[in-house]
């Protein structure tokens, strides 16, 4: 199995921007489609962006379409949100995840998890 690590996360400006990093040990990142979820206190877990194997395919949610930038460096073994314009309601705990059957803003289809890293946007 995969263990992930997120880091990156913190206190930023409202338009700001920050950049999260999920390092993974245990098994080569290329096996896996990699995703970004979040999830706000009292609110469920969202999708965020997510990132093919081969890094070829990616996908966003609306809301942060154009603002959020998902990538991987299998290399490295390392998975990167670039966010930018960061809004107070993109405060939350970021996650990232890891399947080996589809890249998919499903989180149920997600089998590896890391313990998220706190974002906080103030205004």
């Known amino acids: 199995q995969v263990q992930l690590v997120e880091s990156g996360g913190g206190l930023v400006q409202a338009g700001g921007s920050l950049r999260l990093s999920c390092a993974a040990s245990?098994?080569?990142?290329?096996?896996?489609?990699m995703a970004w979820f979040r999830q706000a206190p009292g609110k469920e877990r969202e999708f965020v962006a997510a990132?093919?194997?081969?890094?070829?395919?990616?996908y966003y949610a609306d809301s942060v379409k154009g603002r959020f930038t998902i990538s991987r460096d299998n290399a490295k073994n390392t998975v990167f949100l670039i966010m930018n314009s960061l809004k107070p309601e993109d405060t939350a705990v970021y996650y990232c995840a890891a399947n080996r059957a589809s890249t998919t803003s499903d989180h149920t289809r997600y089998d590896y998890w890391g313990q998220g890293t706190q974002v906080t946007v103030s205004s």
């Open positions: 245990g098994r080569p990142l290329s096996l896996y489609a």
């Open positions: 990132i093919s194997w081969s890094g070829t395919s990616r």
